[in-house]
């Protein structure tokens, strides 16, 4: 028996797809889309509909329920709230040019591995007010980020986006990496999907390695590209976008 069980309830086996209709969650997620329909100008609706359609997929869909099985679906779920629906909601607020960059990428970075301490992940997974202080805790600090990269200079943009991308790839590679499986609640949850523990756990580390590190590293490869580009006049990446 597992010991513990999750905000998305317990582990699904493969084909049960279960939706997560918590009340009210659905009411925050009604209430943020009419907020947003009523209050953004087109292009920030659009960007602030983009993300919160990517946190119902992370916490509606059955992604939710899923990722109390596999730490690697929690992993794609992590990723879709650090690198997709923060820049998101990074890009549809307004700019705030007194961000502190180096400060918000040490704090993302922090936040993200601290919570993918076993110790910490395990918690999070037994206490529905811990998991919800670590998916507020992972996008706030995301969005921070991303809000910085928005307001800063070209240059420092790119250097900040690099060093995001070695945090994530290397926590992903000390996973991939590790010979034995360290998240005991998917200890017992990952045989029914065909993996075991350890093998969930290397999957689990090869995304984050891979696509999710590549999101920065492709961030940081077209602001270069405007930066060299025949543009060059432009130094800020507010300017680009």
Request: charge should be neutral.
């Amino acid at each position: 028996m597992p010991f513990s069980v999750a905000y998305c309830g317990p582990a699904p086996s493969p084909g049960d797809w279960r939706w997560n209709l918590d009340p009210a969650l659905l009411v925050l997620a009604f209430v943020a889309m009419a907020l947003i329909l009523w209050r953004l100008r087109e292009r920030n609706r659009t960007l602030a509909l983009a993300a919160l359609g990517v946190l119902i997929v992370v916490f509606i869909s059955p992604l939710c329920a899923v990722s109390s099985a596999l730490f690697s679906a929690r992993t794609i779920h992590h990723v879709l709230l650090v690198a997709v629906a923060a820049p998101l909601i990074a890009w549809a607020l307004p700019v705030d040019r007194m961000r502190l960059l180096s400060f918000a990428t040490a704090v993302q970075a922090a936040v993200f591995w601290g919570w993918h301490a076993p110790a910490a992940y395990e918690a999070a997974l037994s206490s529905d007010a811990l998991y919800w202080v670590m998916q507020v805790t992972l996008l706030a600090s995301a969005v921070w980020f991303w809000g910085a990269i928005r307001s800063a200079s070209l240059p420092s943009a790119v250097g900040h986006l690099l060093v995001a991308m070695v945090a994530m790839g290397l926590l992903g590679a000390l996973l991939t990496f590790a010979d034995q499986a360290v998240y005991r609640p998917h200890l017992l949850t990952t045989q029914d999907w065909g993996f075991t523990p350890l093998e969930d756990q290397q999957a689990a580390g090869l995304i984050m390695w891979a696509p999710a590190a590549a999101v920065y590293l492709a961030a940081a490869l077209w602001l270069l590209g405007r930066w060299m580009g025949p543009d060059s006049t432009v130094v800020r990446v507010d300017a680009e976008l």
